[in-house]
C-alpha cells in the first residue's frame, strides 16, 4: 500500500512539474528569438541611416511580400529594392528605433511585432517623425537564417499619403496576385471568415465584428496604437462601426500561409461610407494571423490594417 501511495505521489509530482518545465523551456526559446532580432533590428537602424539597400535586402527574398504605409503590396524582390534605392535618394534617416512587444513562434517561422520611431530630413531641410506600430512573421531558415515572410506597418495617428517619408517613391501595383500554397478548404474556410468580417461592417454590427477575435487577441488598425485583448478591441469597434456609417467594403488577397493552427493571410481592403456625396473612401493593406481554436473555429490573432 505505501509502494503503491508512493508512486501515486510521484505520477502527481510529474504531472504537476513537467507544464513548469515546459514553460520554462518555451520562454528560453522566446528569449533566444527575441535576442536575435533585437540584434537584427539594431543592424537594420545603422542600415536605413546609413542607406545600405543591399544589407537591408538581404532579409527578403522571392516569397517576400512589403507592405508600407499608402503604398501596393509589393511581391516581388527587385520592387522591393527599387523601393529602398529611391526612398534612400530621396532623404536622410538621422534615427531609427524598433521597439519589440511580442514574440510568438509558430513552428519555423515567428511573429514579431512592435513601434517603430523614424527621424528624418526631407529635401527641404525639414525634421520630420514617423511613428507608428510593425507586424512581421519570420521564416526561420535551415541555415538558421532569418527571412522576412510579410512585413507590414502604419502610422499611430492620422496623416495623409504625402506625409509618408517616402510619399514621392512611385511603385507599381503588382498585376497579378502570387499562387496560394494552400488547400482549396482552407482557402474556403478564409473566404467564409473574411465574408462574414465584411457583413458585419457593411451592417455597422459591432458586435459581430469584435466577436471575429480571439480573447488574446491584438488589433493594429488605422492611425491607432496597438490594442491588446478582446475587451479593448471590442471598445474601439463599438466607436467605430455602427449602421448610420453605411460603410462598404471588399477584400482581396495576397499570398497565404497554412502554419497549422494558424493561417497567415496578405490583403488588400477598399471601401468607403456614406453616399456619393456626403461619403468618403477608405483602402490600405492588411495583415492578417487567424488562429484555430481547439473547436476548429478559425478567430483573427493578430492583425494589422493600415
Known amino acids: 500500500m505505501n509502494s503503491l501511495k508512493l508512486l501515486c505521489s510521484l505520477l502527481l509530482f510529474v504531472c504537476f512539474i513537467n507544464p513548469t518545465i515546459a514553460q520554462k523551456t518555451n520562454k528560453e526559446a522566446i528569449d ?18 546609413h542607406k545600405r539597400v543591399d544589407s537591408v535586402l538581404s532579409l527578403y527574398d522571392e516569397k517576400s511580400t512589403y507592405m508600407p504605409e499608402y503604398k501596393p503590396s509589393m511581391h516581388q524582390l527587385n520592387t522591393i529594392q527599387l523601393f529602398f534605392s529611391k526612398w534612400f535618394e530621396q532623404i536622410d ?16 517561422y515567428f511573429l514579431e511585432i512592435g513601434n517603430f520611431s523614424i527621424g528624418y530630413i526631407e529635401s527641404n531641410n525639414q525634421q520630420k517623425k514617423y511613428d507608428g506600430k510593425y507586424m512581421i512573421v519570420w521564416k526561420i531558415a535551415i541555415d538558421k537564417s532569418l527571412v522576412v515572410v510579410s512585413e507590414i506597418f502604419g502610422s499611430n495617428t492620422y496623416l495623409g499619403a504625402v506625409e509618408v517619408p517616402y510619399a514621392n517613391v512611385e511603385i507599381k501595383e503588382c498585376e497579378s496576385l502570387p499562387n496560394n500554397k494552400i488547400s482549396v478548404k482552407t482557402r474556403k474556410e478564409i473566404t467564409e471568415v473574411n465574408n462574414a468580417v465584411i457583413r458585419s461592417v457593411v451592417k455597422g454590427d459591432s458586435e459581430a465584428r469584435a466577436n471575429r477575435f480571439s480573447e488574446d487577441a491584438i488589433y493594429m488598425p488605422h492611425f491607432k496604437s496597438i490594442l491588446i485583448g478582446l475587451p479593448t478591441i471590442r471598445s474601439y469597434m463599438l466607436e467605430t462601426y455602427s449602421p448610420e456609417a453605411k460603410l462598404y467594403v471588399t477584400h482581396t488577397y495576397g499570398r497565404m500561409y497554412d502554419l497549422g493552427q494558424f493561417i497567415l493571410v496578405n490583403g488588400h481592403f477598399q471601401g468607403g461610407w456614406g453616399d456619393k456625396a456626403s461619403g468618403g473612401e477608405f483602402e490600405g ?8 481554436t481547439t473547436e476548429g473555429e478559425l478567430k483573427m490573432y493578430r492583425q494589422l490594417a493600415k
Open 32 to 49: 533566444k528569438i527575441r535576442n536575435k532580432v533585437e540584434k537584427i533590428n539594431h543592424s537594420i537602424e545603422q542600415w536605413y541611416i
Open 93 to 108: 534617416i538621422n534615427s531609427y528605433e524598433r521597439k519589440i512587444y511580442e514574440v510568438k513562434p509558430i513552428d519555423n
Open 285 to 292: 493593406n492588411m495583415l492578417n494571423l487567424w488562429k484555430r
